[in-house]
T-cell receptor, first 116, second 113 residues
Framework: GAGVSQSPSNKVTEKGKDVELRCDPI?????LYWYRQSLGQGLEFLIY????????KSGLPSDRFSAERTGGSVSTLTIQRTQQEDSAVYLC??????????????FGPGTRLTVT | DAKTTQPPSMDCAEGRAANLPCNHS???????VYWYRQIHSQGPQYIIH???NNETNEMASLIITEDRKSSTLILPHATLRDTAVYYCIVRVASRSNDYKLSFGAGTTVTVRA
């Protein structure tokens, strides 16, 4: 079946502009996660959704970052007034459920954001 | 999470088995061993996980020592497409807040023709 999809695959934006990144999780997956990965670095957790609610936003680096999920499916990550340090690959993952005792996370291909 | 130790890199000949070691000497009883990999410019990919028994799926086999202090991921017939960074993670699963995946440096596996 279809995996996690993300759009756009690449985004170049000017400093100060807002961007929206989209994630379509695997159908039926109730848990959704956003991470980012800077060049040569490991994963940095941003936010976790269970259904439409976000019980853990602790990883969002500043109030310029927000995310929402509607209908328990598609999620958008919005970055306002982008800064050069926001340049990274933004990865979305989904999993069946937090209650699944072996909940492997399936990742999308990522959106490469470049802020000039 | 228990910390893991992996060799930074290894080479493997195409068609041969690749054996990737991971040490997790401080693993606790309720922590699973997970393996992910990340091919260049792609998102991480789940490979396999296990608790104490050896596991096998269509991608790989996971061998966990009896004391659970180390494990080995086996790619039975490595192909050029298996060239990637492989991450070994130990984490609690089930009714926990341990959903934040965190990768260490991993092992960079290069499969050569």
């Amino acid at each position: 079946g279809a995996g996690v999809s993300q759009s756009p695959s690449n985004k170049v934006t000017e400093k100060g502009k807002d961007v929206e990144l989209r994630c379509d999780p695997i159908s039926g997956h109730t848990a959704l996660y956003w991470y980012r990965q800077s060049l040569g670095q490991g994963l940095e957790f941003l936010i976790y959704f269970q259904g439409n609610s976000a019980p853990d936003k602790s990883g969002l680096p500043s109030d310029r970052f927000s995310a929402e999920r509607t209908g328990g499916s598609v999620s958008t990550l919005t970055i306002q007034r982008t800064q050069q340090e926001d340049s990274a690959v933004y990865l979305c993952a989904s999993s069946l459920s937090l209650r699944d005792s072996t909940y492997e996370q399936y990742f999308g291909p990522g959106t490469r954001l470049t802020v000039t | 999470d228990a910390k893991t130790t992996q060799p930074p890199s290894m080479d493997c000949a195409e068609g041969r088995a690749a054996n990737l070691p991971c040490n997790h000497s401080t693993i606790s009883g309720n922590e699973y061993v997970y393996w992910y990999r990340q091919i260049h410019s792609q998102g991480p990919q789940y490979i396999i996980h296990g608790l104490k028994n050896n596991e096998t799926n269509e991608m790989a086999s996971l061998i966990i020592t009896e004391d659970r202090k180390s494990s080995t991921l086996i790619l039975p017939h490595a192909t050029l497409r298996d060239t990637a960074v492989y991450y070994c993670i130990v984490r609690v699963a089930s009714r926990s807040n341990d959903y934040k995946l965190s990768f260490g440096a991993g092992t960079t596996v290069t499969v050569r023709a």
